[in-house]
């Protein structure tokens, strides 16, 4: 059975939020960097009131990452953890936003808690910024201190490419000293035509070619019929996944002309701006039919690049 053909009675269990779209660095493969959908769409952002409308009777699990901003620059982002500390949450940011008096206050809320912060640090002093454009190490360092002085978890995640390959060990050891419980490298993806960064492999195998290889689709959002995930973009539209969300944004800011599953939502008010969460997720429900024969038929290209059963294997190693 799919998630939506019974989502009302399942509930949702996991969330995947993007508080902004602002970001303070230009890291050169980031979907937003050089964005014609960011600069037509302008300023979008989340805020708790907005956030209330979700049900969240059954939430055991968010994320707060996202396509096209670094969470910590949300207005409202204390506040939004403080609503979601006890549902495990997690937030990705480039560490170089907010004082370290913010961030000692912050390491006190998630104090005891499951709740935890993963920086994403790409090197040290001398090469972080290389990728992380616009970002200030010793700024980093200050505010990872406070966080995690004050009892915060800390995960560090490190994108490997040429100029920090050879930094892998040091930093491992720097993660240990400054109490981070997780060091995790992750293979870096090439993004856009920029040539300024050079990789330690090919990149992402062109998505075409990663398309034609793939079969059946199992659904992340879904799978084994016990993640029930959907995500919040940035301008409050609910979508099953970020991946939608990534498509999502460029074609309703007009960055790109077509959008393979545009035909699933173009009559649902998806934007909780608009609808309330009952309504989005009650019409979400009616398009089961429509999801599953778009797999079958290989007609939903973005299912099929992402949760192909051929996908590439996970890049990501856990020292
Ligand atoms: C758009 S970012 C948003 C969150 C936050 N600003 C950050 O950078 O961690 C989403 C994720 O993409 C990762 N990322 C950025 N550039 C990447 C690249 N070239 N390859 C793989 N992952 C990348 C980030 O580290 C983060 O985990
Ligand atoms: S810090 Fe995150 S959101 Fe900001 S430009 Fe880099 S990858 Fe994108
Ligand atoms: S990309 Fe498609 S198949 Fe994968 S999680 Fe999102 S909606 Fe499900």
């Given at each position: 059975m799919f998630f939506y053909d019974n989502v009302n009675e399942l509930g949702v269990k996991k969330l995947h939020i993007e508080?902004?779209?602002?970001?303070?660095?230009?890291?050169?493969?980031?979907?937003?960097?050089?964005s014609i959908s960011i600069k037509n769409s302008g300023i979008k952002e989340l805020t708790l009131d907005l956030i209330k409308?979700?049900?969240?009777?059954?939430?055991?699990h968010v994320f707060m990452c996202g396509?096209?901003?670094?969470?910590?620059?949300?207005?409202?982002i204390y506040d939004i953890c403080d609503y979601f500390k006890d549902y495990d949450l997690n937030i990705d940011t480039n560490?170089?936003?907010?004082s370290s008096d913010w961030w000692g206050k912050l390491g006190k809320l998630f104090a005891n808690t499951n709740s935890r912060v993963t920086f994403a640090l790409?090197?040290?002093?001398?090469?972080?910024?290389?990728?992380?454009?616009?970002?200030?190490w010793d700024k980093i360092i200050d505010n990872v201190k406070s966080y995690i002085s004050a009892g915060g978890n800390a995960g560090w995640q490190f994108l490997i490419f040429d100029h920090n390959k050879d930094q892998v060990e040091e930093a491992r050891e720097l993660s240990k000293s400054l109490g981070f419980k997780t060091f995790k490298l992750k293979r870096a993806i090439r993004?856009?035509?920029?040539?300024s960064i050079k990789f330690v492999?090919?990149?992402?195998?062109s998505l075409e070619n990663v398309y034609k290889k793939k079969k059946e689709v199992i659904c992340r959002a879904s799978k084994n019929n016990k993640t029930y995930k959907f995500y919040i973009s940035c301008d409050g539209d609910v979508l099953p996944c970020c991946h939608w969300g990534g498509a999502y944004f460029p074609y309703k800011y007009k960055?790109?002309?077509?959008?393979?599953f545009a035909k699933v939502v173009s009559?649902?008010?998806?934007s909780l701006h608009t609808n309330s969460w009952e309504n989005i997720v009650n019409a979400y429900q009616t398009k089961s039919k429509i999801m599953k024969e778009g797999w079958s038929n290989n007609d939903l290209p973005t299912c099929v690049t992402h949760c192909?059963?051929?996908?590439?294997?996970?890049n990501i190693v856990w020292l």
């Open positions: 508080p902004t779209n602002r970001c303070n660095s230009r890291c050169p493969h980031c979907p937003r960097t050089n409308k979700i049900n969240i009777s059954r939430l055991t396509n096209y901003g670094d969470p910590i620059l949300c207005d409202e560490g170089s936003i907010r790409d090197g040290l002093k001398d090469t972080n910024s290389i990728y992380r454009i616009g970002t200030d993004r856009t035509n920029d040539t492999n090919s990149g992402w195998a960055e790109i002309e077509n959008c393979d009559d649902i008010d998806i192909g059963t051929t996908k590439r294997d996970n």
